[in-house]
């Protein structure tokens, strides 16, 4: 039952990020459903391949090069689907980062997690 609640409130943050941020767009709620599927899909699988074939890269940078892989993910993810639009990968990392702030904040205030 958790898994769906975490889901719904990931969709529920992709809204909320399209309000916030004008060069992203979700068509609907249903589409948000959707991305924040291929998203937490991306991030359980591509994600930790992506950050141990950058390690180099990441250590030099002091692990800001995660915000660079995390904005990748978002943006193709937004290539491959119909209702969620990025307007540039630049946009795409902003969107990332704001799209975590969101979904631990809300995490955070319903069900009291610290990280």
Not at 3 to 26: E, F, Q, R, T
Not at 60 to 81: D, E, K, P, R
Request: hydrophobic share 70%; net charge neutral; proline share 3%.
């Amino acid at each position: 039952m958790g898994l769906l609640v975490s889901w719904g409130l990931n969709a529920a943050s992709l809204v909320l990020l399209a309000w916030l941020i004008p060069a992203v767009h979700v068509s609907g709620f249903g589409a948000a459903l959707i991305a924040a599927l291929v998203l937490g899909l991306f991030n359980a699988v591509l994600r930790p391949v992506l950050i141990l074939l950058t390690l180099p890269v990441t250590l030099l940078t002091l692990g800001l090069f995660i915000l660079v892989i995390n904005g990748f993910l978002f943006w193709a993810a937004a290539q491959i689907l119909e209702g969620l639009e990025v307007r540039s990968f630049g946009w795409a990392v902003v969107a990332a980062f704001v799209y975590s702030l969101i979904s631990w904040a809300i995490s955070a205030l319903l069900f009291g997690q610290r990280a």
